[in-house]
């Protein structure tokens, strides 16, 4: 049976990295094209395909439908501290913060972005019901950026076991290949994989955003309790105290 593998689910939680180490690795006669692509536009061509697109997991319901059962498809999600996305930039939006708790940039290649793609609050609903809709039963595979980043080589032996997929080379030698133009736009520049020292969201220059979003929307504490980063809300107070 022909494969489709998709990758999903929070937008600057790494899913650009995380295709082009697919794209220099992954094996088994798969197609990987060389931009960001809906796979409900690709799920019917011939063949064994990988795509990525975190809005996808908004979709997923209708891309399965019109594969009428006709590929294996696998869904890796993608995760990553709600305070880092919420204090991440991308570069056709370098004066403001791309993702919000109710609302996310959308920036196609060649038009002015708009506040008009889900934020955090939306985005986490749509993988708990796609999680637990049983629309997968062999499961989903979570991928954590920061698992990412910590251990690249350990993700793709996980996803090698869990996925029964075949790699050859280094997930964190994605760099040293040739990367298409559109999958460079959301690095913000192509560089190695390196762990940052102390996470983004705790720098002062991101103190007022986290503190203004925490506060306006206290159900993102509920994303951080239920994606495990916190096991309460009390590392609020204490950041608010020491702002």
């Keep these: 049976m022909e494969r489709h593998i998709i990758t999903a689910g929070y937008g600057r939680a790494g899913t650009t990295l995380f295709y082009n180490m697919l794209r220099h690795t992954l094996k088994g006669d798969f197609n990987l094209p060389e931009k960001e692509v809906p796979a409900a536009q690709w799920i019917r061509k011939p063949g064994n395909y990988a795509t990525k697109r975190p809005l996808d997991i908004f979709d ?6 019109i594969n009428a059962g006709r590929k294996k498809v696998d869904l890796i999600i993608s995760l990553r501290d709600p305070r880092d996305i919420l204090t991440s930039f991308h570069k056709s939006v370098p004066d403001d913060y791309f993702v919000s708790a109710d609302f996310c940039y959308f920036a ?6 708009t506040k008009t793609a889900p934020g955090i609050l939306q985005t986490q609903h749509a993988i708990a019901t796609i999680a637990m ?9 979570l991928l954590k950026y920061e698992d990412l980043i ?4 350990l993700v793709k032996n996980k996803l090698a076991e869990g996925l029964n997929l075949r790699f050859e080379g280094k997930f ?6 040739a990367i298409p133009q559109d999958l460079q736009r ?8 390196e762990k940052t ?6 720098k002062p220059e991101h103190r007022e955003r986290i503190i203004d979003q925490f506060t306006r929307f206290p159900e993102l504490h509920d994303v951080l309790i239920a994606l ?3 096991e309460d809300a009390s590392w609020f107070e204490e950041f608010k105290a020491a702002a």
């Design 228 to 230: 495990g980063y916190e």
């Design 186 to 193: 959301a690095l913000n520049g192509v560089r190695p994989v």
């Design 197 to 202: 020292a102390a996470p983004k969201w705790q």
């Design 133 to 141: 809709s049983g629309l997968f039963p062999q499961g989903v595979f």
């Design 108 to 113: 196609p290649e060649g038009r002015v972005p």
């Design 60 to 65: 997923i319901p209708n891309i399965l439908k």
């Design 150 to 153: 910590d251990n690249p080589e």
């Design 172 to 177: 964190s030698d994605f760099h040293k290949q």
